[in-house]
């Protein structure tokens, strides 16, 4: 079994039957003994940043569903590094959070593009050995670190895309209908 880090990226295997990750990528953000964190980064909502945080201009930064978990918190990725100060550093050239008044600064002053950073609503966590566990239940395929992946905003379809460029034995399931029974 593959090892579990920070940067890694989680496939839903096409067996996955549960809805919240069907056809889901999670990048993991913190990994260690207690606990696991990740955000789906192919889930994407219909809402924009300054509709759901107060004193925003009105901008094109989009806000994808994270997870499951505190879905009414937000979180965010980039490549910005020390430009927002308290960064975690995920792997070299990507981020987790920070400072979001630098952040809120950055956005007024149009000194930050979506290209630089995205946005989540809640998150996906395990608690100590449930990925693990998952893993050797085969509900998850884990995939090298992938900034540009990471970065770019996608949708579920990003899910196929990515198992194609995958081992053969992967792609075949690449256009796999959320019910094979009506295929």
């Not at 918190?73 to 987790?96: A, C, E, M, T, V």
């Not at 990471?150 to 899910?159: D, F, G, K």
């Not at 995958?166 to 094979?180: E, F, G």
């Amino acid at each position: 079994m593959q090892k579990i880090k920070n940067g890694s990226l989680l496939i839903a295997h096409p067996t996955m039957i549960d809805d919240t990750f069907f056809k889901s990528i999670i990048l993991i953000t913190h990994h260690n003994n207690d606990e696991s964190i990740g955000l789906v980064i192919n889930n994407p909502s219909k809402i924009k940043l300054h509709e759901i945080i107060d004193n925003l201009p009105k901008s094109d930064f989009p806000v994808y569903i994270g997870g499951p978990v505190a879905k009414n918190s937000i979180h965010y990725i980039h490549d910005l590094g020390d430009q927002i100060p308290n960064s975690i550093k995920i792997y070299d050239g990507l981020f987790f959070g920070g400072d979001f008044d630098i952040v809120k600064y950055m956005i007024w002053n149009k000194k930050i593009n979506k290209n630089q950073i995205r946005f989540f609503a809640g998150y996906s966590g395990w608690e100590a050995n449930q990925l693990e566990n998952e893993l050797r239940e085969s509900s998850w395929i884990i995939n090298q670190k992938n900034k540009n992946l990471c970065m770019q905003y996608s949708n579920r379809e990003l899910w196929s895309k990515v198992l194609r460029k995958m081992n053969k034995k992967y792609a075949i399931w690449s256009n796999l209908p959320k019910d094979p029974s009506l295929n």
